[in-house]
Every structure is written in structure tokens, then in C-alpha cells.
């Protein structure tokens, strides 16, 4: 089952005795454990939680098969299940497991145990894990593939009875496809702009949308791989408004290009995308934005343009010019080198 599934379950009261939730995307986990709060708690005595390095498992059971003082049903959530990783934590204490798979096999049908582990991958050889596969509900939550987020951005604004064309899809992706939760919340505000059945359009999206530095970094790597003075200018404008320090950004734009540079040199070793995105470590569409721009660049231009970079940062930091001065001449080289 995916993360949408799990959802929709949830919202209809369809709710599994024992869940598993792993992954390292933090919004999907905190999504779905406020579903099963909403759910299955009408007394919020009946809601625990527990941590597996600290507690054994076979305490969380015993809970578990205890019957609600309160009434209604009973809500465990079991944080840290080392039992499933590959090379569990040392504890000062035993999981018993046995315990563990007897109750995954015959459930209460008072409580719902969802176990969470941040983890990215769990063994899927052990046993436990193979049991919990088979007779429970298991839903990964890592990180959204860059090419999977177009469809939950879509599914998310279907949800929210609205519409979003594909130029406004790039600029949401762009501005807030590492942040899930502010994606949300972007796209509750242009649906409360745009009303039930309303489109979001390029011109409503750059106008609502709220833009973080990072973006603003990946439009000026843009506009200098256009040669867009005016474009460059215009955002060097921008972050005077909202009172960005220059060496801030200097510091943005070196780690963008560092990245189209580090992306260059493995491409041309012959490295695929997702094999890049393992050995550099950086999230998935900060891969893909470079991927995609690599190719505009040679490397001399992109040697040319990191140190240029390294220089403005020294003048700056060793007061030899005026900061906000130096950011639009360094602006104005790397948009005018040929």
C-alpha cells in the first residue's frame, strides 16, 4: 500500500489493526499518524506512545491486548523498531519477537499498533518483516521521486477541487519539491484564491506563491544560463527588498553550481541520474534541476563562474567593496562571460 492509499483508508474509517510506516520523508509519517489520530482516538487516554530503543516490544504488546479503560479504541505508536533493520542497535535489553508475531497473527480489535521507523530501507529477509508484509499494512514514506511528483502534486490538487497547468506545476516543484509541508500549505493558499474548480496559472502561482532563497538561487542560475540580464537584475532587486545578505546568496549560488559541476563530471563517467543522486547524497530533485542544466554549461565556464564566486565572497567579507555593489557586478560577469 502507498502513502495516498493509506490515506484515503484512513479518512474513511478504514482503519488496520497493525501498521507499519518506514521512510525518511518526515511530512508523510506526521500525515498519516494525525490520520490514525483522527481515526481510532475519541479519548485521548487511549492514545500511547513508545520507544522500542527504550521499551522491549513485548511491553507494547501487553498493552496492546489490554483492554481501553476509557472505551473505545486504543492507539499505540511504536517509534524505533531496530528489529527490522538490517544491523539492529545493541540494547540493554531483548525484543522477543515471538511475542511480537503471535499478536501480529490475532490482533486485539480494540487497538491499532502502528509501528515507525525512520529508516529509508528495512531487511526484508527477516522473518518479522516478511510476517509484517503478509498480515499487516506496510506504507513507505521516503522522499518523492522527481518523476513521481507531478502526479501527487496533481492528486493533491484534485483533493483540493482545483486545477494546475503545467507552467504552474514547474514553479511549484521548483520553489517547494524539497519541503512537502510548505507544499501544502502553498497549495492550500491557491486554492483559497483560486475557489472550488478554479486554475492556477503561471502568473497566479509566481504572484502567491511565497519564494525561499534556495529558489531565487535556481532563477539566477537560470538567468545566467540564458544571459537574462534583465531577468538577473530583477532578482538582485528582489532580494534587496526583502533584505538578503549578498554573502548568503553567493553562498546559494556556489552550492547550485557546485552541483551542476559535480552532476557534469559523473554524466559524462557515464552515471544514470538515481546512481548520481546515491553518490552525491542530495535530495532527488536537487539532482534532477542539475541534470537538467548541466548541459548548458562547458566546464571551463562553470570553473570560470565558482571562481568568480570565491572572489566576490573575499572582497566582500574583507570589506574591499560595498556588499550589495558586489553582488550586482558578479551578477553582471557571469551573465555577460560568453
Not at 475519541?42 to 520507544?51: G, R, S
Not at 522477543?96 to 486485539?108: N, V
Not at 551542476?260 to 557515464?270: D, H, N, P
Not at 565556464?301 to 550589495?324: C, P, R, T, V, Y
Amino acid at each position: 500500500m502507498n502513502y495516498m492509499e493509506l490515506v484515503q483508508q484512513l479518512k474513511k474509517k478504514q482503519v488496520p489493526r497493525v501498521c507499519l510506516l518506514y521512510g525518511t520523508e518526515p511530512y508523510f509519517i506526521q500525515k498519516l499518524k494525525e490520520g490514525f489520530y483522527q481515526s481510532v482516538v475519541t479519548d485521548p487516554e487511549n492514545f500511547i506512545t513508545y520507544d522500542l530503543q527504550e521499551v522491549p516490544v513485548q511491553e507494547v504488546i501487553a498493552d496492546a491486548q489490554t483492554y481501553p479503560f476509557f472505551g473505545g479504541d486504543k492507539l499505540i505508536i511504536a517509534s524505533n523498531p531496530v528489529f527490522l533493520k538490517a544491523n539492529p542497535d545493541k540494547l540493554p535489553f531483548e525484543h522477543k519477537l515471538d511475542t511480537l508475531q503471535e499478536y501480529i497473527s490475532s490482533p486485539a480489535d480494540y487497538s491499532t499498533l502502528v509501528f515507525i521507523g525512520d529508516y529509508e530501507k528495512i531487511d526484508q529477509r527477516k522473518k518479522i518483516a516478511k510476517l509484517l508484509k503478509k498480515a499487516a499494512t506496510v506504507v513507505e514514506c521516503n522522499q518523492v521521486k522527481p518523476y513521481e511528483l507531478d502526479k501527487w502534486i496533481k492528486t493533491i490538487a484534485q483533493q483540493m477541487k482545483i486545477m494546475i497547468d503545467s507552467s504552474a506545476m514547474q514553479i511549484l516543484e521548483e520553489e517547494l519539491s524539497t519541503n512537502l509541508q510548505l507544499m501544502e500549505s502553498e497549495m492550500n493558499k491557491l486554492a483559497l484564491y483560486a475557489g472550488e474548480e478554479g486554475v492556477i496559472t503561471k502568473e497566479i502561482a509566481e504572484r502567491l506563491i511565497s519564494h525561499s532563497v534556495a529558489s531565487t538561487s535556481l532563477r539566477m542560475v537560470d538567468a545566467v544560463m540564458d544571459h537574462d540580464l534583465y531577468k538577473a537584475i530583477a532578482i538582485v532587486k528582489d532580494l534587496e527588498k526583502t533584505k538578503e545578505e549578498p554573502i548568503a546568496m553567493i553562498g546559494l549560488l556556489a552550492f547550485q553550481f557546485r552541483m551542476i559541476f559535480r552532476v557534469k563530471l559523473l554524466k559524462e563517467k557515464g552515471y544514470g541520474q538515481s546512481q548520481i543522486q546515491k553518490t552525491i547524497g542530495a535530495h532527488p530533485y536537487v539532482i534532477k534541476m542539475a541534470w537538467n542544466r548541466e548541459k548548458q554549461f562547458t566546464l571551463n565556464k562553470l570553473h570560470f563562474i565558482m571562481d568568480k564566486l570565491a572572489n566576490a565572497d573575499s572582497d566582500m567579507k574583507q570589506g574591499k567593496m560595498e556588499k550589495n555593489i558586489a553582488f550586482e557586478l558578479l551578477v553582471h560577469d557571469l551573465i555577460t562571460a560568453s
